[in-house]
């Protein structure tokens, strides 16, 4: 069965102002796959379209993703993008795993944030901060340190992801597109 855990950064929280940015794809116990805005060639910054094209149908290959907030936010801001370009979607009914829904609804915490979880689990890696001013210089500026900074949190998102979703695994029972 192929797993992944997957993150992405985007430019905005709302994808009718924003675009994806970089993205992160893990296959469970494998290597990051890494996918930047930055690098498409003869991608414009503002056009999202190729990427998320890319983007979807690696995630789409996997029978079950595992992205944190991934029901509520990654997907459907991937989907919304999608659908404004016309391309193929991320499976709206695939299988996840998110372990925000698995916190809320087994756990007591003050905060269900990925970094708050992390943090009580005690997993091996730890959230990356990444301030405000990186996306400005990433996206306005086309600052490719700004730009890596943005990426490497994102990997570092994915590496942490995927210690508590291996930590909260017992809390699954039925893996659906609720996520969890």
């Excluded at 001013?133 to 994102?154: P, S």
Aim: hydrophobic fraction near 45%; charged fraction near 20%.
């Amino acid at each position: 069965m192929k797993i992944a855990t997957f993150d992405i950064e985007t430019s905005a929280l709302a994808a009718n102002f924003g675009i994806v940015l970089c993205a992160v794809i893990k296959p469970w116990q494998g290597e990051c796959q890494v996918y930047r805005l930055d690098q498409l060639p003869g991608a414009r910054r503002s056009d999202d379209t190729k990427l998320v094209e890319t983007v979807i149908a690696e995630l789409n290959q996997y029978m079950i993703l595992i992205a944190h907030n991934g029901v509520k936010f990654d997907r459907v801001f991937l989907n919304t993008r999608a659908t404004k370009n016309g391309t193929a979607l991320l499976n709206p009914r695939g299988n996840m795993i998110d372990p925000v829904i698995l916190a809320r609804k087994y756990l007591r915490m003050s905060y269900n944030g990925l970094d708050t979880i992390a943090q009580y689990l005690q997993t091996e890696h730890q959230k990356t901060p990444v301030l405000g001013h990186l996306w400005v210089q990433a996206v306005i500026d086309r600052d490719e340190a700004a730009m890596d900074e943005i990426v490497n949190h994102c990997i570092e998102d994915v590496y942490v992801l995927e210690e508590v979703a291996n930590k909260l695994v017992p809390y699954v029972s039925k893996i659906n597109e609720w996520g969890g």
